[in-house]
């Protein structure tokens, strides 16, 4: 959280770019939900959706989600794999299980695979050693 305050004071349109890059966050997951019901109508066959179309109602405000998302964190994460290709191949592999025959779970997978790679991640990354100035009395 430090390293992203000291970003949006050190650029004058950090704040700006955050702030409004949220409404497409926010926008995101709301229509994840209104994914979420189109995936349910289909199913029980109150649409007339196939199943590919229900699937990508599901699946592209997923992927906007994870990118934007992605996209205001970038700068501020360390630099690795995990921030750098993760979110995109994971966002990719979401839009493709819309052509499965079950793109409600395999987007729920992925998802779960991606926040367990970033844990494991996070996990195995070397600390710093902590400052003496914290453990002083």
Known sequence: VGRIRQGLVDRPSGPFIWG???YLVFASAA?????LAVAVDQVTHHSKLSETEAGF???????????AV?????RHKVPGFMRSYAVP???ALILASSLTP????????????LIAASVIG???????????????E
Do not use: D, K
């Open 20 to 22: 409004y890059g949220h």
């Open 31 to 35: 229509a994840v939900g209104a994914g």
């Open 57 to 67: 109602a599901l699946t592209v405000p997923v992927t906007i989600f994870i990118a």
């Open 70 to 74: 992605w996209v205001l964190h970038f």
């Open 89 to 91: 191949v994971a966002g």
């Open 102 to 113: 079950e793109p409600v779970l395999a987007t729920g997978i992925l998802l779960a695979a």
């Open 122 to 136: 996070n996990c195995l990354r070397p600390r710093p050693a902590p400052s003496e100035a914290i453990w002083r």
